[in-house]
C-alpha cells in the first residue's frame, strides 16, 4: 500500500490554494486530522463559476454560505468582501478566467468529541480549478438518469437547504446512478415527491410549461435554478413551482437539471424510459443557448 503516492486523480501540483488567509501551493495547503469539518462533516461551502474573468452571481452564493453557516451556527471568519476579494485572488493565482471555485467553511481544529463547542478557530480554504462533472457529448445528445431509491434527507434531520460538508446521502444516490450505469440520480423526499439530484435542481416541460419542485419539497436553492427561472419568466413561458410525482417525469415532454457545475443538462431517458421525444428538447435547447448568454453578460 503507498497510501496515494501515485493517486491518478491527485490534484495538479500547480495548484495554488487560498488557505486562512494566504496563497499557498497546493502540496502545502493541509487541513489537520482534528478539524471537525473532516471529523464531523461540520462545515458548510459553495461550488461558483467563474466566465470571462467574472465570478456568476458571486454575492448569490456568498449569501447562501452566510445563511447555511447560520444555521449551523458557524461563524465565518472572513467579511463578505474579503471573500470576493480572496476568490478572485485565487482565480488569478491560478490564471484562471474560466473554472470552478469551491470555497470550503470548516468547523477547525478542535478536541475529540462533536461539539462545536470543542472549538474556536474555523478554517476558510478556496480551490480555483476545472471542473466537468458529465462528459461533454451529453449536452448534445442529453443525459440517461434513474429515479433513485435513496431519498432525500429530511429538512427536519438536516435540511437540503444547507450546502453543508455533508454529502453522503446524495453520494449514497450517486453510487446508486453509477451502479445503475448511469451518471445521476433523481431523488425524492419522504413524501415521495421530486426533490433534486445529487448536485443538481430538476425541471420539466408539459404542454409548454416549465415546472420545477417548490423549496419546500426539500431542496437546495441552486443559484442555477433561480438563474433558469429568470430566464423562463423572461421568454413568457408558463412557469410553476408545483410538487411533481414519478409520474409527471415520466409523461413530460423535456427535462434538464441545472447546477453550478452541469449549468444545464437536458435529460432524454428517465430508468429507461425515452421523456418526450427521447432527444433534448426545443424549450430546453433555448434556455441553454440563453444560460450562455447569461453568464457572459
Ligand atoms: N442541489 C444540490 C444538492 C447541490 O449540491 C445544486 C442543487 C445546484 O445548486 P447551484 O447553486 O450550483 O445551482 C447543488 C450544487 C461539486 C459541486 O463539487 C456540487 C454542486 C455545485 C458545484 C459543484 O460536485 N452542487
Known amino acids: 500500500m503507498d497510501f496515494g503516492k501515485t493517486n491518478k486523480f491527485a490534484p495538479k501540483p500547480n495548484l495554488k490554494i487560498f488557505l486562512d488567509g494566504r496563497i499557498v501551493p497546493v502540496a502545502e495547503a493541509s487541513i489537520s486530522v482534528f478539524d471537525h469539518g473532516l471529523l464531523y462533516g461540520d462545515g458548510v461551502f459553495e461550488g461558483i463559476r467563474s466566465y470571462g474573468g467574472k465570478v456568476f452571481r458571486l454575492d448569490e452564493h456568498l449569501k447562501r454560505l452566510e445563511e447555511s453557516a447560520r444555521a449551523i451556527r458557524l461563524t465565518i471568519p472572513m467579511s463578505r468582501p474579503e471573500l470576493v ?39 476558510v480554504f478556496i480551490i480555483a480549478d476545472q471542473i466537468e462533472l458529465y462528459p461533454k457529448e451529453l449536452y448534445d445528445k442529453g443525459m440517461a438518469v434513474i429515479s433513485c431509491s435513496v431519498q432525500r434527507n429530511h429538512p427536519n434531520a438536516l435540511s437540503p437547504r444547507i450546502k453543508s460538508l455533508n454529502y453522503l ?48 419539497a426539500g431542496i437546495l436553492e441552486g443559484v442555477t435554478r433561480n438563474a433558469a427561472i429568470e430566464l423562463v419568466r423572461k421568454r413568457g413561458l408558463p412557469f410553476r413551482e408545483r410538487e411533481l410525482t414519478r409520474h409527471d417525469l415520466y409523461i413530460a415532454d423535456e427535462c434538464f437539471f441545472t447546477g453550478t457545475a452541469a449549468e444545464i443538462i437536458p435529460v432524454t431517458k428517465i430508468d429507461g424510459r425515452p421523456i418526450g421525444t427521447g432527444e433534448p428538447g426545443p424549450i430546453t435547447k433555448q434556455l441553454t443557448v440563453d444560460f450562455k448568454k447569461l453568464v457572459m453578460d
Do not use: W
Not at 474560466?98 to 477547525?108: A, F, K, M, S
Not at 433523481?186 to 415546472?211: H, K, P, S
Open 169 to 216: 446521502n446524495n453520494i449514497l444516490a450517486k453510487i446508486e446512478a453509477l451502479d445503475a450505469g448511469v451518471y445521476e440520480a433523481i431523488m425524492f423526499n419522504t413524501q415521495g415527491y421530486v426533490a433534486e439530484c445529487t448536485g443538481d435542481n430538476l425541471f420539466v416541460v408539459r404542454n409548454g410549461a416549465v415546472e420545477t419542485p417548490p423549496l419546500n
Open 85 to 123: 476579494k480572496a476568490a478572485y485572488d485565487t482565480l488569478k493565482a491560478n490564471g484562471l478566467t474560466d473554472g470552478y471555485i469551491r470555497l470550503v467553511v470548516t468547523r477547525g481544529v478542535g478536541y475529540l468529541g462533536l461539539s462545536p463547542n470543542r472549538t474556536d478557530c474555523p478554517s
